[in-house]
């Protein structure tokens, strides 16, 4: 691998997607299950790459070619050298709900004191969290590594890339079934980041009104513990919809002052936040008023969400809307799910339901006394709103990411 990271220290720059080479770039030509790397390696070359790491020694036929036995192991261990060289405090982030705009809250609180990293959209992945070790560089003083997972040995894994000294969960909620087979699953799944800092002394921040993430820590008796209260996010001024951020509030406060970050530099952090990835989003706009929640969903997001925007006054529109898509991954558990979710939408009857999707197509089947519109993909629904617009209405829109939801947002 010293030969590898040679070659990276030269170029210092990696690129996976012929569509976007990176000029003097690595290009690793990783496989996937509908895809060859190593078959668009020349191209990679003629658009600027420097070097194509490959694993097809077919395909190399001048010293521009690197050939190792994986492109996705040599990638990870290429990325686990360079962290380890740079010797900086990675803390990880993840858990089923909240891990991106956590790690945006995190990251800028902790911006104001050193210079810093994170992860960059949803790089969260087996490559995702490699890319983003590799694009720190000797400058960095500080790592943020989002980690998503949807089956149990994931975070292991990325544990293992990463080696982080601290770590935060979220939350364990239900998201993934079908991959971590089941609440159990998940509850495996996610401690593995408990875990990886028990075996090796790092710091885990755990938010003491969470009973389960506070009993998975006590099952772990060599685990540091650094505990903090929600109400550490009271007064603190923000721009996120729904009261459940608060949770990721109270994380950016708390970490900021473990790092001895001032309390004014904290809350300006937080406080200057304005989200615009389709999370945790309000917009006031000429016909409605809508909260953008639409890039991910699984049932405990959708579950608080629907809650909170129930729980909100009207304020000056004439009417609530949610428009809600499937949430997937959710295996033998979705049926049963997408019902809850419909029942629990349906519990205030002045609110008009439209629901998006396969899932809640079938659900709705066993929930026939919810009266509610049903639209079998995000385009039958758009072409429903351009002949019938939604007006003067306070509108939830959320789902997940593969519904499309967004493309309506323009509708509305």
Request: glycine fraction near 8%; aromatic fraction near 8%; charged fraction near 25%.
């Amino acid at each position: 691998m010293s030969k590898l990271y040679d070659l990276y220290l030269k170029y210092n720059s990696i690129s996976t997607d012929t569509r976007r080479i990176a000029p003097g770039s690595l290009f690793f030509a990783l496989r996937g299950a509908s895809f060859d790397g190593n078959r668009f390696a020349a191209e990679a070359l003629e658009k600027g790459a420097a070097v194509a790491i490959v694993d097809d020694e077919s395909v190399a036929v001048d010293d521009r070619y690197y050939v190792v036995d994986d492109t996705l192991k040599a990638l990870q261990e290429l990325a686990h050298e360079h962290r380890t060289a740079l010797g900086i405090p990675i803390l990880a982030i993840a858990g089923s709900n909240g891990k991106t705009t956590t790690k945006e809250l995190i990251s800028r609180v902790l911006a104001t004191k050193f210079k810093l990293y994170a992860t960059q959209g949803n790089l969260n992945n087996h490559i995702g969290v490699p890319l983003t070790l590799l694009a720190m560089n000797q400058a960095t003083e500080f790592g943020i590594v989002e980690m998503g997972a949807s089956a149990c040995h994931e975070i292991a894994r990325l544990c293992e890339i990463a080696d982080p000294d601290f770590g935060i969960l979220t939350n364990v909620g239900r998201a993934h079934l079908e991959g971590f087979g089941g609440k159990e699953g998940v509850r495996r799944g996610k401690g593995e980041l408990y875990d990886y800092l028990a075996h090796f002394e790092g710091i885990a921040f755990v938010r003491t009104e969470d009973k389960i993430l506070y009993s998975m820590a006590e099952e772990r008796p060599s685990l540091t513990v650094e505990s903090y209260s929600e109400e550490v996010a009271e007064g603190v001024e923000h721009h996120l919809e729904g009261t459940y951020n608060r949770y990721n509030i109270a994380a950016a406060v708390a970490i900021g002052r473990y790092f001895c970050i001032e309390e004014e530099a904290i809350r300006h952090a937080i406080g200057s936040y304005h989200p615009d990835n389709n999370r945790s989003q309000r917009e006031e706009r000429a016909n409605n008023t809508l909260i953008i929640d639409c890039y991910n969903a699984n049932p405990s997001s959708m579950q608080a969400s629907i809650e909170n925007f129930l729980n909100e006054k009207l304020q000056q529109r004439a009417q609530k809307i949610m428009i809600l898509g499937d949430m997937r991954e959710l295996g033998a558990w979705s049926e049963e799910e997408h019902c809850r979710i419909i029942r629990l939408a349906a519990s205030d009857p002045t609110t008009r339901l439209l629901f998006v999707g396969e899932e809640f197509g079938k659900a709705l089947i066993r929930c026939e006394d919810v009266t509610a519109s049903h639209f079998k993909d995000c385009e039958t629904l758009r072409q429903a709103l351009q002949t019938n617009p939604i007006s003067d209405a306070q509108v939830l829109i959320k789902a997940s990411r593969g519904i499309g939801l967004e493309r309506i947002l323009d509708l509305l």
